[in-house]
């Protein structure tokens, strides 16, 4: 590993031990064995949590970052084109219809409604990797599963089921257990391994396509690498932590002055750096002095609009 992911690992290391011991009452060390009856509180709670801002923020990163490689577009973030919408739409629908019951019935029909996302992206968009035609799909897309994903609330057979329907949709970790560890660790991991396997082709790409079919690289074959590791890997986040944007935006960028500008060169810095980022929000948001935890997802939105708006004006610059 390069220098820049072994720095970032250090620093997961340190943000896990900080989500471990930071809440509204604090963990000491001393309190971290066996013998100790506070260490209830790190096995059963704070424990399964962190793994999964380690598990959630690398998945997101690295699949930011193989989006960004494969439409050479370094505004790409799954959330963008609709892949995070889609996946609410699914875990909605799970909510609505009282199938959430089951453990892995939430993140089925997760990963179904990112599946289907973007597979009619890939349909809408072809394979040109255009810009504007990647874009407006997306927008379109984002358009329809939002407005689904609000015909189910107003629908919503009980107040009880449209209030949880919200909440769950501002995207947190809260009351996280290992069961929910156990449902999609598994599929975030084989997410994260299609992904990272693509960094080749996704290195051929950046000379053109014609180029990368000339070495070997199969288009149709990096597509649905992309496209099942993206539903994979997002689909399992949403339907564990609820709809987390802008993290697939923001890492990339943060990482690829240090690790180097080729997509194979950042697909594992930003899975570090996501789980690095997400795993230190949590822990703040745990720790801030309101009445009730900030919403993890509202959190990142505010942090991920403020940053895409200074893109857009770095870029636009950049055009003049």
Request: with cysteine.
């Given at each position: 590993?390069?220098?820049?992911?072994?720095?970032?690992?250090?620093?997961?290391?340190?943000?896990?031990?900080?989500?471990?011991?930071?809440?509204?009452?604090?963990?000491?060390?001393?309190?971290?064995?066996?013998?100790?009856?506070?260490?209830?509180?790190?096995?059963?709670?704070?424990?399964?949590?962190?793994?999964?801002?380690?598990?959630?923020?690398?998945?997101?990163?690295?699949?930011?970052?193989?989006?960004?490689?494969?439409?050479?577009?370094?505004?790409?973030?799954?959330?963008?084109?609709?892949?995070?919408?889609?996946?609410?739409?699914?875990?909605?629908?799970?909510?609505?219809?009282?199938?959430?019951?089951?453990?892995?019935?939430?993140?089925?029909?997760?990963?179904?409604?990112?599946?289907?996302?973007?597979?009619?992206?890939?349909?809408?968009?072809?394979?040109?990797?255009?810009?504007?035609?990647?874009?407006?799909?997306?927008?379109?897309?984002?358009?329809?599963?939002?407005?689904?994903?609000?015909?189910?609330?107003?629908?919503?057979?009980?107040?009880?089921?449209?209030?949880?329907?919200?909440?769950?949709?501002?995207?947190?970790?809260?009351?996280?257990?290992?069961?929910?560890?156990?449902?999609?660790?598994?599929?975030?991991?084989?997410?994260?391994?299609?992904?990272?396997?693509?960094?080749?082709?996704?290195?051929?790409?950046?000379?053109?396509?014609?180029?990368?079919?000339?070495?070997?690289?199969?288009?149709?074959?990096?597509?649905?690498?992309?496209?099942?590791?993206?539903?994979?890997?997002?689909?399992?986040?949403?339907?564990?932590?609820?709809?987390?944007?802008?993290?697939?935006l923001i890492v990339p960028h943060l990482v690829r002055p240090f690790a180097g500008h080729r997509p194979s060169a950042?697909?594992?810095?930003?899975?570090?750096?996501?789980?690095?980022?997400?795993?230190?929000?949590?822990?703040?948001?745990?720790?801030?002095?309101?009445?009730?935890?900030?919403?993890?997802?509202?959190?990142?939105?505010?942090?991920?609009?403020?940053?895409?708006?200074?893109?857009?004006?770095?870029?636009?610059?950049?055009?003049?």
């Amino acid at each position: 590993m390069s220098r820049a992911c072994w720095l970032l690992a250090l620093g997961v290391l340190l943000a896990a031990m900080l989500s471990i011991a930071a809440g509204k009452v604090w963990v000491p060390l001393a309190a971290w064995t066996a013998a100790d009856p506070r260490s209830i509180i790190i096995v059963e709670l704070r424990l399964p949590r962190t793994v999964l801002a380690l598990a959630v923020g690398g998945a997101l990163g690295m699949a930011g970052a193989a989006m960004q490689g494969y439409l050479r577009n370094p505004l790409a973030d799954p959330g963008l084109f609709g892949v995070s919408s889609g996946a609410a739409l699914g875990a909605v629908l799970s909510l609505y219809f009282a199938y959430a019951a089951q453990a892995w019935l939430l993140p089925g029909f997760a990963l179904t409604g990112a599946a289907v996302t973007m597979a009619a992206l890939a349909l809408i968009a072809g394979r040109s990797g255009s810009l504007i035609l990647f874009t407006l799909a997306g927008m379109i897309l984002t358009n329809i599963t939002g407005s689904l994903t609000a015909l189910a609330i107003s629908l919503a057979p009980t107040p009880f089921v449209a209030s949880e329907i919200v909440t769950w949709l501002m995207g947190a970790l809260t009351d996280r257990s290992w069961n929910d560890v156990e449902v999609v660790l598994p599929l975030i991991a084989i997410g994260m391994i299609i992904l990272s396997r693509t960094g080749g082709a996704l290195d051929a790409l950046t000379l053109g396509e014609q180029a990368a079919r000339s070495i070997g690289v199969n288009p149709r074959r990096l597509q649905l690498a992309i496209i099942t590791g993206t539903a994979l890997t997002v689909g399992a986040s949403v339907a564990a932590a609820g709809v987390i944007g802008f993290v697939g935006l923001i890492v990339p960028h943060l990482v690829r002055p240090f690790a180097g500008h080729r997509p194979s060169a950042t697909l594992l810095p930003a899975a570090l750096g996501g789980a690095l980022l997400l795993t230190v929000a949590d822990s703040l948001v745990r720790i801030a002095p309101t009445v009730s935890e900030l919403r993890l997802g509202i959190a990142m939105s505010m942090l991920g609009g403020p940053f895409f708006l200074y893109l857009l004006i770095a870029m636009r610059r950049r055009l003049a």
